[in-house]
């Protein structure tokens, strides 16, 4: 499975961008997609999740209100929609899928990994 980051870009403190995530080469094993970031100097921390068939959905605190995680299953496809962005969502956001059903929060249930897309916040 190959994932496929898109989106990411500069925005001023309170914007919106919009992430996407294209799956290929298996969609059998991305049965749930979601999101992490790492920002520099601090350890990775999840982001969103989403169960493809189902469309449950788990966020992290810090960003339940302002994000929104969406699939087209027909294109195999997730979305982070992100709004009113602050300086501290600057980040890497890599896109993850896992074969199982899962809305867990550790990088290990997650066997795919995106290679990442820089998002920018700025004061």
């Known amino acids: 499975v190959q994932l496929v980051e898109s989106g990411g870009g500069l925005v001023q403190a309170g914007g919106s961008l919009r992430l996407s995530c294209l799956a290929s080469?298996?969609?059998?094993?991305?049965?749930?997609m979601g999101w992490f970031r790492q920002a520099p100097g601090r350890e990775r921390e999840f982001v969103a999740v989403?169960?493809?068939?189902?469309?449950?959905?788990d966020y992290a605190d810090s960003v339940k209100g302002r994000f929104t995680i969406s699939r087209d299953n027909a294109k195999n496809t997730v979305y982070l929609q992100m709004n009113s962005l602050k300086p501290e969502d600057t980040a890497i956001y890599s896109c993850?899928?896992?074969?199982?059903?899962?809305?867990?929060?550790?990088?290990?249930?997650?066997?795919?990994w995106g290679p990442g897309n820089q998002v920018t916040v700025s004061s």
């Open positions: 993850v899928a896992s074969k199982f059903y899962t809305l867990s929060a550790r990088e290990s249930q997650y066997e795919y």
């Open positions: 080469g298996g969609t059998f094993s991305t049965n749930t």
């Open positions: 989403i169960i493809m068939n189902l469309g449950t959905t």
